[in-house]
Nanobody, 125 residues
Framework: QVQLVESGGGLVQAGDSLRLSCAAS????????MGWFRQAPGKEREFVAA????????DYADSARGRFTISRDNAKNTVYLQMNSLKPEDTAVYYC??????????????????WGQGTQVTVSS
């Protein structure tokens, strides 16, 4: 099993930046595609960003493209989400995800093999 632990969330003002980290246990990190999802109160969990096993390709939700950057360091078993120009609508619990299969913009929670417990991001106006 793979265990994922997110960190880096917090309370910020609109326009600020945050960097989320997801640390993975085990020795299988490099074999997993990684992603970030978010869930706001009363809403479904939605795709934010994904990155391939080697980090050679990434994809983003339309709401994140241009503002967020996903990256990974396989030597550290860690995936990151750099979030710039944060908006109040970015407020949500952010979850790290790992999957044997590719993670796409249309991926649902049922396509994911492992989840972290989430980290809260709150953006005030």
């Amino acid at each position: 099993q793979v265990q994922l632990v997110e960190s880096g969330g917090g309370l910020v003002q609109a326009g600020d930046s945050l960097r989320l980290s997801c640390a993975a246990s085990g020795r299988t990190f490099s074999s997993k595609h990684m992603g970030w999802f978010r869930q706001a109160p009363g809403k479904e969990r939605e795709f934010v960003a994904a990155i391939t096993r080697t980090g050679g390709s990434a994809d983003y939700a339309d709401s994140a493209r241009g503002r967020f950057t996903i990256s990974r360091d396989n030597a550290k078993n860690t995936v990151y989400l750099q979030m710039n120009s944060l908006k109040p609508e970015d407020t949500a619990v952010y979850y790290c995800a790992a999957s044997t299969g590719m993670i796409y913009r249309w991926s649902s929670r049922y396509d994911i093999d492992y989840w972290g417990q989430g980290t809260q991001v709150t953006v005030s106006s």
